[in-house]
């Protein structure tokens, strides 16, 4: 008998929210236009994620193309929106697992999965098939939050770390920024059951993450009302939720058609939503310092993207 893949579900495509139907085995595409291979842009050390994520060797980042949202101010719009699939390596699962290892080698304190929500099965596949060969790194499941709860429950024990963003509580918003009218009913679910899969962040005597969950919040101009929303609902949660607050919004791909976002944000705004943090009581918050936004910007055009 033939053992079963986790890939064999992109025979009718429900991985995500979307829920498009499609059998990407036979190569359709839904709204994320990634078929069955997974395709990936970059891969390599990445220094510039949350210090437990990074560390002093880096985080192994794989960065997937495609994406189940459309956010129109996507620092990564090279790759989520903008590819070309001929133009692109799409991996076979023991290639991607190949890269695990590579990055494993290379002194990687985890290997970090970006935007996986679209390639979920692939990525678990490969994850199966890293472990079979020794892969001993935490694996990191770092994703916009537009999961689906049936998806993750199905990888449950692959996935150590969970790195999802919460974008809005408000589904107006999230139409309008991110084409998807339903985030706001979806995150919660989604955040709930990573939290019940791997607890709260762990970390070892150096400060590496080991395990657990830790979410981002993107503070985007002209919506400290939805941070707040974003805030109470992780207090809410558990207020030892780690959570980390980022400051580093800057008007990229779209956004200058679409006001308030066609602007940084202010030191007011992002102060404001950080003392929230601390009236809620939430007692594991990461904060930046507003003028590092600039650094983290990445060129994907270019052979080292972060550099
Ligand atoms: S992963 Fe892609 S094809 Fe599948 S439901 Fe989501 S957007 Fe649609």
Not at 14 to 38: D, H, M, S, W
Not at 208 to 232: E, F, Q, T, Y
Not at 276 to 289: C, K
Request: proline share 5%.
């Amino acid at each position: 008998m033939m053992k079963q893949r986790f890939s064999d579900q992109l025979a009718q495509c429900e991985c995500c929210p979307r829920r498009c139907g499609v059998n990407r085995l036979e190569g359709r595409t839904g709204f994320c236009r990634i078929a069955a291979g997974a395709q990936v842009a970059h891969a390599g050390l990445h220094h510039g994620e949350e210090p437990p994520i990074s560390g002093t060797r880096g985080s192994g980042t794989i960065f997937f193309d495609g994406c189940n949202l459309r956010c129109v101010f996507c620092q990564n719009h090279q790759i989520s929106q903008e590819f070309h699939p001929s133009e692109t390596k799409t991996l076979t699962t023991e290639a991607l697992a190949d890269e695990m290892l590579r990055l494993a080698d290379a002194g990687a304190h985890n290997i970090n999965l970006v935007s996986p929500s679209h390639v979920i099965f692939q990525a678990a596949d490969a994850i199966v098939a890293a472990r079979a060969r020794d892969l001993a790194v935490p694996i990191v499941y770092n994703s916009n939050g537009y999961d689906s709860v049936d998806a993750l429950r199905q990888v449950e024990g692959l996935i150590d770390i969970y790195l999802p963003d919460i974008k809005y509580l408000s589904n107006d918003l999230a139409r309008r920024y991110s084409g998807a009218g339903n985030y706001a009913e979806v995150i919660p679910g989604v955040l709930a059951e990573m939290l019940r899969q791997v607890g709260h962040l762990e970390m070892d005597d150096h400060g590496i993450a080991r395990r657990g969950l830790l979410v981002r919040h993107l503070v985007l101009p002209g919506a400290v009302d939805n941070s707040r929303r974003c805030l109470a609902l992780l207090a809410q949660l558990a207020p030892a939720t780690h959570v980390s607050i980022m400051s580093q919004y800057s008007p990229q791909y779209r956004a200058n058609r679409y006001p308030p976002i066609d602007r940084p944000l202010t030191v007011r705004e992002y102060d404001e939503v950080t003392d929230y943090a601390l009236e809620l009581g939430l007692e594991n918050a990461f904060i930046q310092e507003l003028d590092s936004r600039h650094r983290y910007l990445p060129d994907f055009d270019q052979d080292r993207p972060f550099e």
